[in-house]
């Protein structure tokens, strides 16, 4: 069970821990936590809950996955849209609004959802977050930093509007720029001007809680609420209290923690997948929904409301420096002082500041560069990347995820059912066959025998591809006996070894041979039991290229001989 990639070490990142990374995750903690504590009051608000219920959702979740969890900086609390969907479930069960039983309600979808992610890691169903490749992260990881920003500019102007998707929102902000607070817009110009700077000529100064801290004080000795600027405003003091959830409502939430789940799932495996730094393992999956579940269970019983891993926080936090859990552990450790001590001076921290911290670490995501990469060594992996980024800024981060998923799938569909299939040659004086190529005019091909090579597993999806690539070569080669290397098909189905079976028959009837060549112990097992290997008999099963050659070249002789 210990060998078991879920079961690590749960304190293997204290273990290798370094002293020099001890600034970067203080900062980096202090910093994500000034971004996350408002905003989780944001979300508790959305969920129509009381707004101590979004720092009880950023200290003890986050606290959990610290221990548990498998990514370097994903930061656990909530997001927009686990927050929805848990208000609109809670609006179905407690359509009174009473804040007693809101709270029990939501206690009890928490504890369903944290049963939903544990239940779905003992089923192995981690395997979902390696559908999504590379490019298509890239993609995703810039649409999301585009969709952030978007997002924060209108706090930075100090204008409202009902939130919609990203191209309405920037339509409205442009309509409403006339009504821009000017006050508001220099907090946050400043706030920018000031992380920008000290970034460029004191890098190691710690400029994100120097700025929240000078932002703090400005608004306390310029009065800056009463000149129109927005301030966080309110934050109830106390601990969590501890939850009893309410047990019969199970049957009536089950379908809706099922579905939070699934965005809690997507939301964290996407964002820790995303902003793995290239230095890093990737996150485990089964491991992550294992860390996501235990913290919305005990979450469930401290008065959390459902979690999961936040793409803006945890861009804040990569941004701002962290290296390891530790940075989770001070956000989590800053959000119980503050509940306990300082809630009345994070209080008056102006909201144009907090948007234009957002802002500055968001920009980060897009990485142009990239792109150029990708489009420099494969052209499908570029427009993929766009069609990722695409997904997230028109139709928003959670289904911009599904699109990214199905943009994957779609990639792996084409790439599989339609295998390539070479043409092989031989260097002279050496085993080496490689496929036939304008720039090895001098490999040596052998008249009457045609070499090929398919690669990857062949099944329903593509043998007939196969097929119909391969008639074409024979009809212009007329070869006495077609040779298929199989060293590189993994996997042969019942379609595929039909499809063989067919060529084989059609060709002798025109005098050509069909052998298979270096098959693995397993594709030799499968043709063995099957009609295709009566067919061919041992004579036509060879163990490698060099000796079906060698065979060929021996029976041409004999051939001519006789």
């Not at 944001?42 to 959990?64: C, E, F, K, N, R």
């Not at 006050?183 to 400043?190: E, S």
């Not at 990469?373 to 052209?379: D, G």
């Not at 063995?528 to 490698?544: A, I, K, T």
Request: glycine share 8%.
């Amino acid at each position: 069970m210990s060998k078991h990639p879920w079961f690590r070490p749960l304190t293997e990142w204290l273990v290798s821990y370094r002293c020099q990374w001890l600034q970067s995750d203080i900062i980096a903690g202090l910093t994500t936590g000034a971004v996350i504590i408002p905003n989780a009051m944001a979300y508790a608000m959305m969920a129509g809950l009381p707004v101590q219920v979004g720092l009880y959702t950023a200290s003890v979740p986050m606290a959990i996955y610290a221990v548990l969890g498998t990514s370097c900086v994903l930061s656990v609390s909530t997001t927009t849209t686990v927050a929805i969907l848990t208000g609109a479930q809670l609006s179905q069960v407690v359509p009174s609004g009473d804040p007693a039983a809101l709270l029990s309600a939501s206690a009890t979808l928490t504890l369903l959802v944290g049963a939903a992610l544990v239940l779905a890691c003992l089923l192995r169903l981690g395997f979902v977050a390696n559908f999504i490749s590379e490019p298509v992260l890239v993609g995703f990881r810039a649409g999301i930093g585009l969709v952030i920003v978007a997002d924060q500019v209108p706090k930075v102007l100090g204008i409202h509007f009902p939130r919609g998707m990203f191209v309405q929102n920037v339509l409205l902000t442009v309509r409403n720029i006339p009504k821009t607070s000017l006050a508001t817009l220099a907090v946050g110009l400043a706030t920018i001007v000031l992380l920008l700077g000290m970034r460029h000529f004191m890098p190691k100064v710690p400029a994100p809680v120097l700025v929240v801290a000078a932002a703090i004080a400005s608004a306390n000795l310029l009065n800056l609420q009463h000149r129109g600027v927005e301030l966080v405003g309110r934050i109830p003091q106390g601990v969590p209290p501890l939850i009893r959830p309410d047990l019969p409502l199970v049957s009536v939430l089950w379908p809706g923690a099922l579905g939070i789940a699934l965005m809690s799932f997507t939301e964290t495996l996407a964002a820790g997948r995303a902003f793995a730094r290239k230095d890093e393992p990737t996150p485990r999956a089964d491991r992550e929904l294992l860390a996501t579940g235990l913290a919305n269970i005990t979450g469930a019983f401290l008065g959390a409301m459902p979690s999961g891993g936040g793409t803006t926080q945890t861009a804040v936090n990569l941004r701002s420096g962290a290296r390891t859990q530790l940075a989770e552990v001070v956000t989590a450790a800053m959000t119980l002082v503050i509940m306990l001590f300082l809630a009345p001076l994070v209080a008056i921290l102006p909201q144009s500041a907090l948007a234009a911290l957002v802002i500055v670490y968001s920009v980060g995501l897009i990485k142009p560069i990239e792109f150029h990469e990708i489009l420099s060594i494969r052209r499908t992996e570029f427009f993929w990347a766009l069609v990722a980024f695409a997904g997230v800024v028109v139709f928003g981060t959670m289904k911009g995820i599904i699109v990214a998923i199905f943009v994957s799938l779609v990639t792996l569909a084409y790439q599989v059912a339609d295998p390539p299939v070479y043409v092989l040659r031989r260097k002279p004086g050496t085993n080496v066959f490689r496929p036939q190529s304008p720039e090895h005019p001098e490999d040596e091909s052998f008249p009457g025998l045609l070499l090929l090579r398919p690669e990857g597993p062949i099944f329903f999806a593509n043998a007939a591809q196969i097929a119909h690539k391969i008639e074409p070569l024979v009809r212009e080669a007329q070869p006495k006996v077609v040779a298929v290397d199989c060293s590189g098909v993994l996997d042969v189905e019942y379609t595929a070894l039909k499809m063989f079976a067919q060529v084989a028959k059609r060709q002798s009837q025109h005098g050509v041979q069909l052998w298979l060549i270096g098959m693995t112990p397993r594709v030799l097992a499968i043709v063995q039991r099957s009609p295709l290997g009566q067919l061919l008999r041992r004579e036509g099963m060879h163990f490698n290229l060099e000796i079906a050659v060698a065979r060929y070249l021996g029976d041409a002789a004999v051939r001519h001989q006789s």
